[in-house]
């Protein structure tokens, strides 16, 4: 059993998939590691920390050579895996969505796609989550950027020349990411304030010290859909959401927007007649800009400036901390596989529930239920 770890080949990754921490713990499973020159560069590890740990460190072809099992971060293209196993597994993220064209070259080259962002939210694969483990460290990555291009304090301060006020600090979307943020901020001194469509997330924010900010007396505004992830809100929702947020949005000094919809574009929560109602000097994260952008006018890796407002968003967040990012992709990797190892087998064997959630291809066919083509 051959498991190969590749240097990321997307731009602007600076993430690895394997540490020499999971590099040990895979050898003693009995699979054998062979790693890329280079592949942990980004993210301070060395080649020889790779092989201290006992991988082979070898250039891309020859690590990918009769691997059965393949690590990415982000999936490589089907071509940097030829020599590879025919149906080896690659688990990676794959942007199923988004990325057709590559979930089918996989099933036509045969190998078996594993979509790490489709892993259940249930109890037994949190420690496989890898959407958990970077979210929050995206989280907290974003309030520190958007304190960087603040041009003020954020904690009250009293000093003999006078007192600096606290900032305020409003994180739209409370999932993990928001979470982060909102516990970071609190950290850094702020006075923070917090919204989302699921009512679930009140309690959760107030326990952080925070303050909710909620539509109230608007039908059907639950909001949580299956695998406790947002679904669309009505229109009505919307429009009552974007009158409160309007009002609240013009008191505040940073905000930060987390909010995502599975398989859709992100929602878009703030305009840029509410960014014009913003004081100057104001800072907005967009977190989501990857995928469409929370905010109007966001740009990916940019710092946009509208009304007097900065507007920030990175296209790869939690890249910016690349060494913890890395050490909990490759934990959550590691979790994942060991998980179901089977000692006989020497490899592992995926059951029913996890296996079909985050199987995309197998067998030269598509095969995932959300891509609609079990
Ligand atoms: P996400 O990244 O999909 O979305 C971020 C947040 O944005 C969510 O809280 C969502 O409700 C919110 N949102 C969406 N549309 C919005 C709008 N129009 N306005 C305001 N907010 C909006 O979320 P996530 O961080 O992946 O978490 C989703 C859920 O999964 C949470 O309930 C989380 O606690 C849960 N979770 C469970 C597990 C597990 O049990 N294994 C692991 C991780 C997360």
Known sequence: MRIAVLKERAPGETRVAATPETVK???????????????????????????????????????????????????????????????????????????????????????????MEFMPRITRAQSMDVLSSQSNLAGYKAVLAAANVYGRAFPMMMTAAG????????????????????????????????????????EQILSLGAKPIFVENVAGIEGEGSGGYATEMSEEYKAAQAELVSGHIAKQDIVITTALIPGRPAPRLISDEQIASMKAGSVIF???????????????????????????????????????????????????????????????????????????????????ERLGSA
């Not at 092989?51 to 490589?76: K, N, S, T, W, Y």
């Not at 590879?84 to 794959?94: E, I, K, N, W």
């Not at 905010?295 to 507007?311: C, P, Q, T």
């Open 286 to 368: 967009d977190l989501a800009v990857a995928q469409g952008g929370n905010v109007e006018g966001a740009a990916a890796d940019d710092v946009v400036e509208r009304h007097g407002v900065k507007i920030v968003g990175y296209s790869n967040t939690a890249g910016h901390l690349a060494a913890d990012a890395s050490a909990l992709f490759a934990r959550n990797h590691y979790n994942f596989l060991s998980a179901f190892w089977d000692k006989e087998a020497g490899k592992p064997v995926l059951d029913e529930e996890i296996g079909n959630a985050v199987r995309l291809t197998q067998g030269g066919r598509i095969v995932n």
């Open 163 to 202: 007192t600096v006020q606290a900032a305020k600090v409003f994180v739209m979307g409370v999932g993990v990411a928001g979470l982060q943020a909102i516990a970071t901020a609190k950290r850094l001194g702020a006075q923070v304030s917090a919204t989302d469509v699921r009512s679930a997330t009140k």
């Open 25 to 115: 713990k895979f050898l003693a499973l009995g699979a054998g590691v062979a790693v890329e020159e280079g592949a942990g560069a980004a993210a301070s590890i060395t080649d020889a920390a790779y092989r201290e740990a006992g991988a082979d460190v070898v250039p891309g072809p020859q690590a990918v050579e009769e691997a059965d099992i393949v690590l990415g971060i982000q999936a490589p293209d089907v071509m940097a895996l030829a020599g590879a196993r025919p149906g080896a597994m690659v688990a990676a993220l794959f942007d199923p969505f988004a990325r057709g064209d590559r979930v089918q070259a996989y099933a036509d080259a045969g190998f078996e796609a594993l979509s």
